[in-house]
Antibody, heavy 123, light 108 residues
């Protein structure tokens, strides 16, 4: 059974940093690309970032480019999102999502999702 | 950047057919994917590549895509289908994922 478990969320002041983690199990982690998708309270889904199986291809939404960094450790079956210079508008539930293929950048869709970790940016 | 437009809400009586649209410029040239999200839960993929269903998704869920509109069709709607539905594509020009704003399906 595929399981994705996010952690690392919490309350953080504007301008500070936070690192999210996603622990994966139930599939061969290094065979698939992984992404982060977020959802602000009461709002819709927003794609944040994606990384290919070997970290060779990485992408970001314009809203987080230059502030967020995605990475993965295939030896630890883990996905990460380093979030710097956080803003109030980054407040959201952050989902880790598995992609159906190894690459990212062509016909990407998300076949499994975690339950999310909540990030609240407020002073 | 590429924009996907969904109606905010759709209402349907039990047993009837619900159609949720997703509009985008020449969306017919892209592969469209649909997710169901119930309150307090993570999204679930219900249709991928315009019209394919993941295992475990009822045949009542189907999709189509042509021109500037993709459609998720739910036949013989049940109370348990009440949820938010999101369409999604990959925008190759910007190399970014794109979601529609979501449609709340209400079963009357």
């Amino acid at each position: 059974e595929v399981q994705l478990v996010e952690s690392g969320g919490g309350l953080v002041q504007p301008g500070r940093s936070l690192r999210l983690s996603c622990a994966a199990s139930g599939f061969t982690f290094d065979d698939y690309a992984m992404h982060w998708v977020r959802q602000a309270p009461g709002k819709g889904l927003e794609w944040v970032s994606g990384i290919s199986w070997n970290s060779g291809s990485i992408g970001y939404a314009d809203s987080v480019k230059g502030r967020f960094t995605i990475s993965r450790d295939n030896a630890k079956n883990s996905l990460y999102l380093q979030m710097n210079s956080l803003r109030a508008e980054d407040t959201a539930l952050y989902y880790c999502a598995k992609v159906h293929t190894a690459g990212t950048g062509s016909n990407v869709y998300f076949d499994y999702w975690g339950q999310g970790t909540l990030v609240t940016v407020s002073s | 950047s590429y924009v996907l437009t969904q109606p905010p809400s759709v209402s349907v009586a039990p047993g009837q057919t619900a159609r949720i649209t997703c509009g985008g410029n020449n969306i017919g040239s892209k592969s469209v994917h649909w997710y169901q999200q119930k309150p307090g839960q993570a999204p679930v993929l219900v249709v991928y590549d315009d019209s394919d269903r993941p295992s475990g998704i009822p045949e009542r869920f189907s999709g189509s895509n042509s021109g500037n509109t993709a459609t998720l069709t739910i036949s013989r709607v049940e109370a348990g289908d009440e949820a938010d539905y999101y369409c999604q594509v990959w925008d190759s020009s910007s190399d970014q994922g794109v979601f529609g704003g979501g449609t709340k399906l209400t079963v009357l």
